[in-house]
């Protein structure tokens, strides 16, 4: 599986968030809207104007990595699961001029690198500002690579 920030590859899409919770799939034709498997929601991209991500962030490179590491250490303090669970973001989607805040679950407590939410707003963006792109969703590890180029500004 490959992941770069809040977006993940997930077959015949790409997804933005934590597949296993709260989640949008992006396919070539929909924004799908899902809690797990259970789809809540699945909007056509021609209604889709927006979609803004409201995640925790933070400039380390790795915060996954150190999440995990910290972690596992109280875990091994305690002897047992501390039961964290990394909080519930937020994305608004502006669908036919109408505003709709669904959740959004993390992969990992801690922030996302401030850089790959940026990276994913922008693919979206682009998503949105070019349909004959949306094709390249057929092929979403591909788009992992696009959206770090457009982290660094170089997309």
């Given at each position: 599986?490959?992941?770069?920030?809040?977006?993940?590859?997930?077959?015949?899409?790409?997804?933005?968030?934590?597949?296993?919770?709260?989640?949008?799939?992006?396919?070539?034709?929909?924004?799908?809207?899902?809690?797990?498997?259970?789809?809540?929601?699945?909007?056509?991209?021609?209604?889709?104007?927006?979609?803004?991500?409201?995640?925790?962030?933070?400039?380390?490179?790795?915060?996954?990595?150190?999440?995990?590491?910290?972690?596992?250490?109280?875990?091994?303090?305690?002897?047992?699961?501390?039961?964290?669970?990394?909080?519930?973001?937020?994305?608004?989607?502006?669908?036919?001029?109408?505003?709709?805040?669904?959740?959004?679950?993390?992969?990992?407590?801690?922030?996302?690198?401030?850089?790959?939410?940026?990276?994913?707003?922008?693919l979206i963006a682009h998503l949105i500002?070019?349909?004959?792109?949306?094709?390249?969703?057929?092929?979403?590890?591909?788009?992992?690579?696009?959206?770090?180029?457009?982290?660094?500004?170089?997309?």
């Open positions: 599986m490959k992941r770069y920030g809040p977006l993940i590859v997930v077959p015949d899409a790409l997804a933005v968030g934590d597949p296993g919770r709260h989640h949008l799939r992006l396919t070539p034709e929909a924004v799908m809207i899902r809690a797990g498997v259970e789809s809540r929601s699945i909007l056509p991209w021609a209604s889709v104007e927006r979609v803004v991500l409201d995640v925790p962030t933070t400039r380390f490179r790795l915060p996954g990595l150190v999440g995990t590491l910290v972690l596992g250490a109280v875990t091994a303090a305690m002897l047992s699961d501390p039961g964290v669970e990394p909080e519930d973001g937020t994305a608004t989607l502006t669908v036919d001029g109408e505003n709709t805040t669904v959740l959004l679950s993390r992969h990992h407590v801690g922030g996302y690198w401030a850089p790959s939410v940026a990276g994913a707003h922008r500002a070019h349909p004959e792109q949306r094709a390249l969703l057929e092929h979403p590890e591909r788009l992992i690579d696009v959206a770090a180029q457009l982290a660094r500004g170089t997309g």
